[in-house]
């Protein structure tokens, strides 16, 4: 079984930065990628940014570009998200996002974490 644990959410003001984290535990030989995604209520689940381990190749969307940064942590199976200059409409629920290889090919998601941007 492959599980993944997220942190780093909570409250922050207009402008301020947070740091998010994801690590992936369980029986692992390898991870295809990691990344993050939100869900604003009324809104569809999109896409934040991805990282391919490997290759360490980046993809994120054009809303967050500039101000988040994804990186991973091969030898700890974790993925973080840098997010700084936030804004009232980053506010969501955070979720990790892993494809990898077990005894199967899994994917699997976190249980979300929620990011408040509020004065």
């Known amino acids: 079984q492959v599980q993944l644990v997220e942190s780093g959410g909570g409250l922050v003001q207009p402008g301020g930065s947070l740091r998010l984290s994801c690590a992936a535990s369980g029986t692992i030989f390898s991870i295809n990628y990691m990344g993050w995604y939100r869900q604003a209520p009324g809104k569809q689940r999109e896409l934040v940014a991805t990282?391919?381990?490997?290759?360490?190749?980046?993809n994120y969307a054009s809303a967050v570009k500039g101000r988040f940064t994804i990186t991973r942590d091969n030898a700890k199976n974790t993925v973080y998200l840098q997010m700084n200059s936030l804004k009232p409409e980053d506010t969501a629920v955070y979720y990790c996002?892993?494809?990898?290889?077990?005894?199967?090919?899994?994917?699997?998601w976190g249980q979300g974490t929620l990011v408040t941007v509020s004065s």
């Open positions: 990282i391919t381990f490997s290759t360490g190749s980046t």
């Open positions: 996002n892993a494809q990898a290889r077990s005894y199967t090919y899994v994917e699997i």
